[in-house]
């Protein structure tokens, strides 16, 4: 019905800069907004940033505010998460999400990609 399939993980230096981006299909989303989660090992599934389906409102979590930067990218199924000084406690799967229940939960998505692996080296 809904896919969601990430890209742009892979493996940088503490201080440098990566580049998620989250295509979606089967609808055309109209009304939900999407969002970014991670999830570190051992750890639970983490809300990262949301948008708007307009982009006019964002959202981020504390930990990433000014370092991420979500957006709509350049077709309207698709959505950016540009990660500059990146620390190694933002090594995690990064999964993008679709929802119009809610901005800060995991439950309240209802959509999401397979994850891919971000990882940051000291």
Do not use: H
């Amino acid at each position: 019905q809904v896919q969601l399939v990430e890209s742009g993980g892979g493996l940088v230096q503490a201080g440098g800069s990566l580049r998620l981006s989250c295509a979606a299909s089967g609808r055309t989303f109209s009304s939900y907004g999407m969002g970014w989660f991670r999830q570190a090992p051992g750890k639970e599934r983490e809300f990262v940033a949301a948008i708007s389906w307009s982009g006019g409102s964002t959202y981020y979590a504390g930990s990433v505010k000014g370092r991420f930067t979500i957006s709509r990218g350049n077709a309207k199924n698709t959505m950016d998460l540009q990660m500059n000084r990146m620390k190694p406690e933002d090594t995690a799967v990064y999964y993008c999400a679709a929802g119009n229940r809610g901005i800060y939960y995991v439950a309240e998505y209802d959509y999401w990609g397979q994850g891919t692996q971000v990882t940051v080296s000291s």
